[in-house]
């Protein structure tokens, strides 16, 4: 048994001795690390952060610009709100005048037709119905005095020469 504990401690040793060296390589790689990335960050201060204090430099630069331009584009918002609330009411103006002159139009236009009709139907009635009473009149007169003189050119047989309605009048 006393051979069996000495190759457990034997074994135990050379795991602790090879933990030991696995440690020591951790922190020797460590190490190396450290110092490339201490080195790199010292890269990076003096190429880096010049670029980054001239950004600073730069943004400080344009603020007070970016303000004046805020500023400005604010102000013509509202200017721009106010024309367009002007061209709105302008516009408004416009249909409501143009509307009104279409009624009137539509109105004057309607009177117009009323009248053409009145004066149509007086036309009718002095000139057009009378007209019509005369020649009615004139071709009742007319046959009949084809008739008195007919009656005496008539060959016997009582034929009547027919009235042309191409004379009558209208």
Same mark, same amino acid.
Do not use: C, W
């Given at each position: @048994?006393?051979?069996?504990?000495?190759?457990?401690? &034997?074994?135990?040793?050379?795991?602790?001795?090879?933990?030991?060296? =696995? %440690?020591? &390589?951790?922190?020797?790689?460590?190490?190396?690390?450290?110092?490339?990335?201490? +080195?790199?960050? +010292?890269?990076?201060?003096?190429?880096?952060?010049?670029?980054? *204090? #001239?950004? #600073?430099?730069?943004?400080?630069?344009?603020?007070?610009?970016?303000?004046?331009?805020?500023?400005?584009?604010?102000?013509?918002?509202?200017?721009?709100?106010? #024309?367009?609330?002007?061209?709105?009411?302008?516009?408004?103006? @416009? =249909?409501?005048?143009?509307?009104?002159?279409?009624?009137?139009? *539509?109105?004057?236009?309607?009177?117009?037709?009323?009248?053409?009709?009145?004066?149509?139907?007086?036309?009718?009635?002095?000139?057009?119905?009378?007209?019509?009473?005369?020649?009615? %009149? @004139?071709?009742?007169?007319?046959?009949?005095?084809?008739? %008195?003189? &007919?009656?005496?050119?008539?060959?016997?047989?009582?034929?009547?020469? /027919?009235? /042309? #309605?191409?004379? @009558?009048?209208?």
């Amino acid at each position: @048994m006393d051979d069996k504990l000495t190759i457990f401690i &034997a074994l135990t040793g050379i795991a602790v001795l090879l933990q030991a060296g =696995v %440690l020591l &390589a951790m922190y020797l790689a460590m190490r190396k690390t450290t110092n490339d990335l201490q +080195s790199l960050a +010292s890269e990076v201060r003096t190429k880096v952060m010049p670029s980054i *204090d #001239q950004a #600073q430099q730069i943004i400080s630069d344009l603020r007070p610009k970016l303000d004046v331009i805020a500023e400005n584009v604010k102000e013509t918002s509202t200017t721009v709100k106010d #024309q367009v609330q002007r061209l709105d009411a302008t516009v408004n103006d @416009m =249909v409501d005048r143009a509307r009104l002159q279409i009624i009137r139009a *539509d109105e004057l236009l309607s009177r117009t037709l009323d009248r053409v009709e009145h004066t149509s139907e007086v036309v009718q009635k002095t000139v057009v119905s009378p007209v019509r009473q005369i020649s009615g %009149l @004139m071709q009742g007169i007319t046959v009949g005095l084809e008739f %008195l003189f &007919a009656g005496r050119r008539r060959n016997g047989r009582g034929e009547r020469r /027919p009235v /042309p #309605q191409d004379e @009558m009048f209208i």
